[in-house]
Structures are given as C-alpha cells and as structure tokens.
C-alpha cells in the first residue's frame, strides 16, 4: 500500500517491481501463487496489475489512506480475513451443513470452492411440520417409523406440535416419529438445494427459493456430487440434541444418502449461526470455538453405490491401525467402535457391481477420524430399498437402527 489517491505512485510501483523481480514462491507448492494484497493509490492499479497479476494471486482493495484526512481499513481488514481463511485455516474439502429449524431448514454446500446456500422455508420441525407432512406424505413418514403406527394418533400428535411447537417428546414412540419427521424434512431441503446449486462448474450461482421453479436453463447440472462429499455437518435441535450421537448419524445418512467416503458432524451446542456471525468480526476466534466446542465428530460413513442381491457381496473393509477387517453383504449396515480423535487408514474394496468412487469394483483408501460414534459401513445401497411388505418393512428398519445401538431396545 502506499499514496493517497491521485498522489505519488512512483514508490509502491517500485516496491511492486522488486517483489515481482524477486518471484516468491509458496511454500505450499508449485500449484499455489503468493497471495498480495495492493490497498494503496487507485491510479496505481494498472501498473500493480501489470507488475504482479502473473506472478502472484493479486487482491486488490479499497485504499487504506484515500486522503491524507481519512483513512479506510474495513475492506483490507476484510481482504486479509479472507485469504487468512482460505490459505492458512480452511480445510481443500467438499462440505455440506445443514440446519434444521421449527419453521424452516437451511441448507449450505461448498463444491470445489463454489459456495450455495437455500433456505427452505415451511419445513421444519414443529410451526412448519404440518408442511413436511403434507409436501411428503404419511406412507414416507412412516417408512422411517420401526413400529405399527395408527395413522389417526400420528396425526394427533403432529397437530399437537403444531399447537405446542416447544414441547419435545416424552415418550419413545414421540421420539422415534420425531426423527422420522426430521428425515424427510431433511430429504426435501436437499432436493430443493440440489435444484438450484446448478450451473457449469466453477461458476458460483447467486439464486433463491424461487428459481426453483425454472429449472430448464440448458447445459445446468447440480454441483452437488455426493460422491466427492468429504464432510456432512448437521444442526439444529432435532440433530444437536438427540438423545444419542447415533441417532443424528443415521438421520443425516438417512436423509442425505452419502456415497463413498464422508466423514459425519453436528454442532454440539447449536452455535453455527452465532460463530458464523462471530467470524465476520473475528474469524480466528470463530474457527477456535467452532473446532474446540461447537464440533462433534460422529464418525465416517462408507456407502459403496450399487444393486446387488440382498445378502451378496458388497464391501470388505479393512482397518489398519486395529488389524480389522470385515465383509459387510448388500442390505446390511455395520458400525466399528473408533476412538474419537484418532486417524485411522481405511481401505474399502467393493464388489464388481458397486462403486466407491474408483470406479466399480475398484478400492479406495482414506484417512479418516474417529468419533463418537464410529464406522458406520452402509451397504444398503442407493436408493434405500425398502420391502413393499409390511412386516418385512418394520423388521428391516428395525434391523438398521439395531445395528447402530439407536434406540435402547436396540442395545
């Protein structure tokens, strides 16, 4: 930076010239490009622009000192906090957040640096959950529900919410259609951000609700590659606050549908949108709390995409740092007890028919965290195949929300 606005340039472009003669290099590798910042006189900016856009990952900010009277150091500031973000605390990871409300669900995504936000207003979890009902439908409520359910007293208890939206379930049976409600909220505040984070790659998208309803733009495709996902984070009250870890990981699964490799979240104390507020003022701050207090990592899921028959061969993985390893067959999910915090080397083989994000039948090795949960190895495939039959139905829900100790009758 240097010169106020219309003043003296013959300085700061020398300065620019000596960095540009001297071509630092990153030290994080050929591939990355110094980040600079120029704050300084504005009729500088072309011979700055000339000295270090080829050399360098060139910002150029309002000036710090436009008069000699005033000076202006919100936009550098702001400048700063962001390649702060970007080149020293940010994770090079895909990541989807999600926050579930009484009235509404928010929904975030960053797929290769491009950031989507939809806000899906009247689904959520108690003033709106007469809206997810009726978007969804009672059968795909009570596919989620391992019990016989009599649809009348389903209803009663949904108009109760309504009337009393604060209250929370007493019972077993209100917790487990609780969750069944937060699934398909969940589902249907995906498939609305899926509609309109579109566009050609690399191209941020600025669209809301309404767009969803134009939908016809030639050459779109979603950004959202579930395969590529390496992080799914949720929160709000239904996922924050469900009596055990377990059950917030297999209504994100559930609802979400993860393929390959994704490593699962929930915001502990429902700070997000605080810490997200806090970042703006603070961002070193914010990333503190947010890694120390906020985060909760549940575990890593391994969902190979695929048909198979059930029972057949689907994934086989191995863990290095316990000598484990495990076949899982198709229709079956299976949880390995992690320690939380430790990095664990996985390899996963999936059989000829399925696809881990290698190609079918190709393994794939990761480094993945521990966490409260565990190794949640999904091989029930994707879409979820649920038995038309009744009886088969509850004995197979049963069966999924067993294998991850979910409810207490579950173990």
């Not at 290769?112 to 009902?133: E, H, I, K, P, W």
């Not at 309803?213 to 984070?233: C, K, N, P, Y």
Request: aromatic content about 4%; proline content about 5%.
């Amino acid at each position: 930076s240097g010169g106020v606005d219309g003043g003296e340039q013959r300085r700061v472009v020398e300065m620019a010239e000596l960095v540009a003669a001297a071509n630092p290099q990153a030290r994080l590798g050929a591939k990355y490009r110094l980040p600079i910042i120029y704050a300084g006189n504005v009729e500088a900016r072309p011979q700055i622009q000339a000295a270090l856009g080829e050399v360098s990952d060139l910002t150029i900010a309002d000036n710090l000192r436009p008069t000699m009277d005033r000076e202006n150091l919100a936009p550098t500031r702001a400048a700063i906090q962001e390649l702060f973000l970007q080149h020293v605390k940010e994770r090079d990871i895909n990541v989807i957040g999600v926050d579930i409300g009484g009235a509404t669900t928010d929904v975030f995504s960053v797929f290769d640096g491009v950031f989507n936000r939809t806000v899906s207003a009247n689904l959520g979890m108690s003033y709106s959950v007469g809206q997810v009902l009726a978007e969804t439908g009672l059968d795909n409520v009570l596919r989620w529900v391992p019990d016989r359910v009599d649809r009348a007293t389903l209803g009663n208890r949904i108009r109760n919410k309504m009337l009393r939206p604060t209250t929370i379930p007493q019972e077993l049976e209100g917790l487990k259609l609780e969750h069944a409600l937060a699934r398909e909220a969940l589902r249907l505040a995906f498939d609305q951000h899926k509609l309109l984070a579109t566009g050609l790659k690399g191209v941020q998208q600025a669209r809301d609700i309404a767009d969803a309803f134009d939908q016809t733009r030639a050459g779109e495709i979603s950004l959202v590659d579930m395969m590529d996902l390496d992080l799914l984070v949720g929160s709000g009250g239904v996922l924050s606050h469900a009596p055990r870890r377990s059950q917030a990981a297999m209504m994100l699964i559930d609802a979400f549908l993860p393929e390959g490799i994704t490593e699962l979240a929930v915001d502990s104390i429902f700070m997000m949108p605080q810490l997200g507020v806090l970042a703006g003022v603070h961002p070193q701050a914010a990333s503190q709390v947010f890694q120390r207090d906020c985060l909760v990592r549940l575990g890593a899921c391994i969902a190979p995409v695929g048909t198979g028959r059930q029972g057949g061969s689907c994934v086989e993985v191995a863990i290095e740092q316990t000598g484990q390893s495990l076949a899982v067959p198709c229709g079956e999910i299976r949880l390995v007890k992690l320690e939380p915090e430790a990095t664990y080397n996985v390899t996963a083989r999936p059989a000829r028919a399925f696809d881990l994000g290698a190609g079918r039948g190709r393994p794939v090795s990761r480094s993945i965290t521990g966490g409260v949960v565990g190794l949640i190895i999904d091989a029930r495939g994707r879409a979820l195949p649920f038995p038309a039959n009744e009886s088969e139905r509850l004995a197979a829900v049963r069966k999924w929300q067993a294998a991850v100790n979910a409810y207490p009758e579950s173990g």
